[in-house]
């Protein structure tokens, strides 16, 4: 099973902020899923990022996989209170049967 | 939503007691999942299933049992829970581009 390591493990901002998190393997992503999960709830996927290179937005989050395949980044600009959450990476492994998890990084915006 | 749930949302159980929890989807998907979540751990899988009768065990699975004797229900059992297994349970759906849709999840405590 490959590891996907995710950084910060934990941040702790102010609202309008701007912030990046981290994903990564000492191999190479088959593709990458980012996800975002909130007190109580299960995780809802954000993107997916499944070409070296690739940069998808959603509206103030800036997804990037990276060239080599073997990271990604998620930026968010101006951060508010309601990007408070779990932010989790994800990888489809077992011939992508199985989804296999980062620990993710838990972000809290202070307003 | 996209039509998954999970039942019960709370359960408080003995140690040594079984313990059945439901997931039910609407949208007729294949693939259907186990995972528990743990501060520290983070999400890992425990079964998950390929169609009706067709389960696999994932990298937690001891202690549990599943089982699908229809598309729309995917049960997880603890035979005998123990203290080790208080947990939150989330059950997931894969839908296209092998995105997942998770369901809110129950918290078991067993005491």
């Known amino acids: 099973t490959q590891l996907l390591e995710q950084s910060p493990q934990f941040l702790s901002i102010q609202e309008g902020e701007n912030l990046t998190v981290y994903c990564n393997s000492s191999?190479?992503?088959?593709?990458l899923q980012w996800y975002r999960q909130e007190p109580g709830e299960g995780p809802v996927l954000l993107v997916t990022?499944?070409?070296?290179?690739e940069v998808k937005k959603l509206k103030r989050l800036t997804f990037q996989f990276g060239d080599a395949r073997k990271d990604s980044s998620l930026h968010i600009t101006a951060a508010q209170p309601g990007d408070t959450g779990l932010y989790l990476c994800?990888?489809?492994?077992?011939?992508?049967?199985?989804?296999?998890f980062g620990k993710g990084t838990k972000l809290t915006v202070n307003p | 939503d996209a039509g998954i749930t999970q039942s019960p949302r709370h359960k408080v159980t003995e140690t040594g007691t079984p313990v059945t929890l439901r997931c039910h989807q609407t949208e007729n998907h294949r693939y259907m999942y186990w995972y528990r979540q743990d501060p520290g751990h983070g999400l890992r899988l425990i079964h998950y299933s390929y169609g009706v009768k067709d389960t696999d065990k994932g990298e937690v699975s001891d202690g549990y049992s599943v089982s699908r004797s229809k598309t729309e229900d995917f049960l997880l059992t603890l035979e005998s829970a123990t203290s080790s297994q208080t947990s939150v349970y989330f059950c997931?759906?894969?839908?296209?581009?092998?995105?997942?849709?998770f369901g809110s999840g129950t918290r078991l405590t067993v005491v």
């Open positions: 994800a990888e489809p492994q077992g011939g992508s049967e199985k989804l296999v």
């Open positions: 191999s190479v992503f088959s593709s």
């Open positions: 997931a759906i894969r839908g296209q581009n092998y995105g997942y849709t």
């Open positions: 990022v499944v070409t070296g290179g």
